[in-house]
């Protein structure tokens, strides 16, 4: 079963192709100091971390470029290793690993009315300085009344921050998703930071 699971579509999606052009200066893509400071901090405590993890969420698509606002920081991993990563943030821990299953605030767009997106994980919760982060282990997604997707699984791709190797969630994957959801907005952002990289703009 895939992660995302949606009845067959009867149109084509259309992917918005974009021509190259220099950004323009809301189009920039800036990290907050303390958010900056706090993902290299937590980059640096699981450098030697064993189990699969990345940034995903917002955090991990504007260290690929994608423009957009993180408000916090979010790790995607799996069962296991919630208890490696819970122990090695240990101190800055203030909700321990636990089973939720919640509805997410964006709705699914892909029929003719708005259809409620729920998640399900082993969810953990940390603060660095201040800035919120988000463990996620096992994540799986369920739109409408569908069946629950599988675990998302994938393999990591890594960007430095300021010299500190970390994995983050691959854009493929995200757009997966999100066409999957019907959020054809964020597609076009992730296909707007492809294209400043491809160029070498922004």
């Not at 082993?122 to 919120?132: A, L, P």
């Not at 463990?135 to 791709?157: A, N, Y």
Request: net charge neutral; charged share 30%.
């Amino acid at each position: 079963m895939p992660a995302l699971v949606v009845p067959n579509r009867s149109k084509p999606l259309n992917i918005p192709i974009l021509e190259s052009r220099v950004p323009k200066p809301e189009e920039l893509v800036v990290l907050s100091k303390p958010l900056l400071e706090a993902t290299i901090k937590i980059g640096n405590l699981l450098n030697d971390c064993s189990a699969k993890w990345a940034l995903g969420g917002d955090i991990g698509e504007i260290l690929n470029g994608v423009n957009v606002q993180p408000d916090h920081i979010t790790i995607l991993t799996n069962a296991e290793g919630c208890p490696e990563i819970g122990k090695k943030l240990a101190e800055f821990q203030v909700e321990a690993s636990r089973l939720v299953e919640r509805q997410i605030r964006r709705n699914a767009e892909i029929g003719p009315k708005p259809l409620p997106v729920k998640i399900r994980s082993y969810e953990s919760r940390f603060n660095f300085d201040g800035q919120r982060l988000d463990v996620h282990g096992d994540l799986r997604i369920k739109v409408g009344e569908w069946d629950w997707g599988d675990p998302l699984d994938f393999e990591p791709e890594y960007v430095y921050v300021v010299g500190v190797k970390i994995p983050v969630v691959p854009l493929k994957l995200k757009t997966e998703l999100y066409l999957g959801l019907g959020w054809m907005d964020r597609v076009r952002k992730i296909n707007e930071a492809t294209a400043r990289r491809h160029h070498k703009i922004g």
